[in-house]
């Protein structure tokens, strides 16, 4: 089993509509957990970071913890054509482990 | 702050090479990592530092592969000899402690022909 685990899309969502992106991971002591946004070509950006239980909003992101099932998401409102990119979710681990594992990433696609 | 620097962006060499990337950490940063990114393996954590000394090198492929920092400033990632199979998008990133968010550099893309 895949530490972190995404499922790679691609997804298509029409613009305006609600994006939902998706991961599991496998370490239950993990810690923090981020999600990055990375366009062709460039570098993973940090669009949002979470480390307890429920949810953290920022703008039109929302980032979803829920610890007793090892699930992370990321919702992205009023989606626009700009949001399209691969996103990736990246897991610390506990017990003083301090590697980022990151999933292999979710291809969006916000049509117009 | 100018953020995580990488030099160079791009870098095409022959077989055999020797090849050496660099990375300036954003000031104040303790810890620095060394990624690799294809398409193939994703995004692959080779080597980090914490305040300059390494932590956990066991991402690194094969002893071809070798990392050092000498300061808080500055640290290199060293292929010798290349292969083909190294060619990748080689990242740099920074955090301020180990929980923190890590930032990235924009990246050099190697190509060993």
């Known amino acids: 089993q895949k530490e972190v685990e995404q499922n790679s899309g691609p997804l298509s969502v029409p613009e305006g509509a609600i994006a939902s992106l998706n991961c599991t991971y496998s370490?239950?002591?993990?810690?923090?957990f981020f999600w990055y946004r990375q366009y062709s070509g460039k570098s993973p950006e940090l669009i949002m970071s979470?480390?307890?239980?429920g949810d953290k909003e920022d703008g039109r992101f929302t980032a979803q913890l829920n610890k007793a099932s090892q699930y992370v998401s990321l919702l992205i409102r009023d989606s626009q054509p700009s949001d399209s990119a691969t996103y990736l979710c990246a897991v610390t681990g506990g017990g003083g482990a301090q590697k980022l594992v990151f999933g292999q990433g979710t291809r969006l696609t916000i049509n117009p | 702050d100018a953020g995580v620097i990488q030099s160079p962006r791009h870098e095409v060499t022959e077989m055999g090479q020797e090849v050496t990337l660099r990375c300036k950490p954003i000031?104040?940063?303790?810890?620095l990592f060394w990624y690799r990114q294809t398409m193939m393996r994703g995004l692959e954590l080779l080597i980090y530092?914490?305040?300059?000394?390494?932590?956990?090198d066991s991402g690194m492929p094969e002893d071809r592969f070798s990392a050092k920092m000498p300061n808080a400033s500055f640290s290199t990632l060293k292929i010798q000899p290349s292969e083909p199979r190294d060619s990748a998008v080689y990242f740099c990133?920074?955090?301020?402690?180990?929980?923190?968010?890590?930032?990235f550099g924009p990246g050099t893309r190697l190509t060993v022909l």
């Open positions: 990133a920074s955090s301020l402690t180990s929980y923190n968010e890590q930032f």
């Open positions: 979470i480390y307890s239980n």
């Open positions: 000031s104040g940063h303790d810890y």
């Open positions: 370490d239950r002591v993990s810690q923090s």
């Open positions: 530092f914490n305040n300059n000394v390494p932590i956990d």
